[in-house]
């Protein structure tokens, strides 16, 4: 779970209104733009963006604007590609900014084009795949090591393998966990702060299971067929249903959580 990000300015007027100024002044041919240009940039797609939620991001070593001799920050276009990569990470995926900086020192990008072929039908909405069911890099992490990085506790993580939200791989006596499963404890370490257990995340492993074996029916001649273009097309087909039912998830979720607090 990312820490709270600030949504107001709270930025003395005088600062903001000399680095708002800047922006009458940077020519359109000029490579770099202010913080205040970037916010405007952004805004239609992200309504909620802020200038000091920009500075955050920077505060947690996502973005390295160049500073101006008068300390003014002056970002690229690369720098306003990354940090729109940023943002949609966030609000399409929901990952915690911790995954966010592993994402972009893998290199993670921006959207790409649609490969050719893959234009969605007319009518029909274009989802951006937030999981890859593709296999992943094959690094393997000993319990130990789960640990340092995730800061969960040992009885957690037995108790996660008890109920069956992680089950890890045995090796010369050695348990270890591939990186969706890192990331699984990660994430339940959060809700274990909250006083969530795992027996209570086996609402969240019955639901997972359900929608896996609905997607498996789905698509299940095309993930099987012998022809590989078919079963290309088929794995991706599975990756947009996956975004299809994370956003519907998602959604559900908010629609409830709003009638809490009202």
Known sequence: MSSQVPQIDEIPPTQLRDELALDAVTSPRQKSITIGAVCKSLVQEFPD??????????????????????GYRLYTQGDVARLRTIL??????????????????????????????????????AWRPSVSVRDATGALYSIEEVLEETKA?????AELEEYGVVKGELRVGVRYFDETEREIIAAVAELARYGVGGRNLRVFRSSADREANLLQQILAPALRSRNPQ???????????????????????????????VR
């Open 49 to 70: 963006i802020s200038i000091s939620k920009i500075r955050y991001l920077e505060d947690q070593k996502l973005l390295t604007p160049r500073r101006t001799p008068g």
């Open 230 to 260: 078919r079963r290309k097309e088929a794995v991706e087909a599975l990756e947009n249903l996956a975004a299809v039912a994370t956003h519907l998830k998602h959604l559900l979720l908010i629609r409830d959580l709003r009638k809490i």
């Open 88 to 125: 949609r990470m966030q609000r399409d995926e929901f990952l915690p900014l911790r995954v966010i900086r592993q994402e972009l020192a893998a290199g993670r990008q921006g959207d790409p084009d649609p490969a050719p072929g893959r234009s969605p039908r007319e009518g029909m909405r």
């Open 153 to 157: 506790d040992a009885k957690l993580v």
